[in-house]
């Protein structure tokens, strides 16, 4: 069945991946992108918006400037910087209905609203297809962990921002590619689309004690071993491994320790903010990963974001800058006598090289030379 030509919005850096891997979509094509004009994409290429590589895709202000017959639907996304939902985003939903355009949702929306579209669509004799996974658990009635019988990967991240999920496609499609059978729980909630698993819903519940979030995501990754027999299992986990300071808590790493304390992990890789390290930050993070998430660090990525302390420190808000790709590959070079593999996941020869360089660890090869 051909899938629906979707035209993302409100575009930014969050969704870039929707059209970077759009290879690896089996819900719907993305054939353009929608953004704010204040957003400051405008008139520019796709890729502009994570920093990678051009896409070939320019970025518009609105609807309009696209052909009705270009596209069958929208993907309404997550976006850093969150739309006043009935002032500005209904509205061009309820115009877009009207012409006979689907709606693709990829976010969490309140019962309220997601009510509204769907009665929208309805009206509008329209499909209304929603991709977050929001179904309640069944309680566990055991204690016990099981163990897992093939290769877990975890890809961590020092925080949020961190290219994370374009690690967890480019690792999947990478090491298909290389004919192995994967199967993969991502750390977004619409990991769905790309034929995996989303990272479940009831590892963020509140209502839920952690003892039992780690029973029931132990149970999931062994349903998932049993019925799919995969080669490796890839776990992208949300959010970061720790508080930066006292005004950057990132979730104080909880999520990760509660997942690494379901699974053990044969293998991590973890992403990092760009800024300056030294050697002996390396070795702290690794013994942190080692001692609170039983994992090594087999390698790490160098993602192209910072993190704007200084306007972090004034706004209490988490604040962030881009950095030009190419200073990612002069940081790599720069890291080169640290004894450690870095990868920058921009760079495409990066993307193929870092499926192989996992395989090479899980065999118990630990040189890149020969991948390189």
């Known amino acids: 069945m051909d899938r629906k030509r979707a035209l993302i919005y409100p575009y930014d850096s969050e969704s870039a991946l929707l059209i970077r891997f759009n290879h690896l979509n089996k819900a719907f094509d993305s054939v353009g992108a929608v953004s704010p004009r204040g957003w400051g994409l405008v008139g520019k290429d796709a890729g502009f918006a994570d920093g ?65 579209l769907e009665e929208l669509c309805s009206n509008n004799n329209v499909s209304f297809r929603h991709f977050v996974d929001e179904k309640k658990p069944d309680m566990p009635q055991f204690t016990n962990v099981l163990d897992i019988d093939i290769p877990v990967i975890f890809v961590l991240g020092l925080g949020d921002r961190t290219q994370k999920f374009n690690i967890q496609l480019s690792l999947w499609g990478g090491l298909k590619s290389l004919g192995y059978n994967v199967s993969q729980i991502g750390s977004k ?56 300071n006292k005004d950057i808590a990132q979730g104080f790493g909880i999520i990760p320790y509660m997942v690494s304390q379901a699974v053990k992990a044969d293998a991590s890789i973890l992403s990092i903010y760009y800024e300056e390290y030294n050697a002996d930050f ?22 192209n974001i910072k993190i704007d302390y200084a ?38 020869n990066d993307q193929r090289n870092m499926a192989q360089y996992i395989v090479n660890v899980l065999s118990g090869e630990e040189a890149i030379e020969d991948v390189l």
């Open 282 to 303: 390396f070795k702290e993070i690794e013994l942190l990963a080692r001692y609170r998430f039983r994992t090594p660090i087999d390698c790490f990525n160098l993602s």
């Open 189 to 244: 909630n619409y990991g769905n689309i790309f034929g995996f698993h989303s990272f479940p819903d009831f590892m963020l519940n509140n209502n839920i004690a952690e003892q039992d979030k780690v029973i029931l995501f132990n149970r999931m990754v062994k349903r998932i071993e049993i019925n799919e027999k995969p080669d490796v299992i890839i776990i992208g986990i949300p959010g970061g491994i720790m508080a930066i």
């Open 52 to 116: 990678g590589d051009e896409l070939g895709s320019i970025v518009v202000k609105d609807f309009e400037e696209y052909n009705d017959k270009d596209y069958d639907a929208v993907a309404l996304v997550d976006s850093f910087k969150e739309l006043d939902f009935e002032k500005i985003v209904y509205p061009k939903l309820k115009l877009l209905a009207s012409k006979g355009k689907d709606i693709i949702c990829l976010k969490k929306i309140d019962s309220f609203h997601l009510k509204l």
């Open 311 to 348: 306007e972090v420190e004034q706004s209490k808000q988490m604040s962030y800058l881009m950095v030009d790709r190419a200073f990612i590959d002069n940081k790599k070079n720069k890291y080169e006598g640290i004894n450690k593999t870095f990868f920058n996941i921009l760079n495409k």
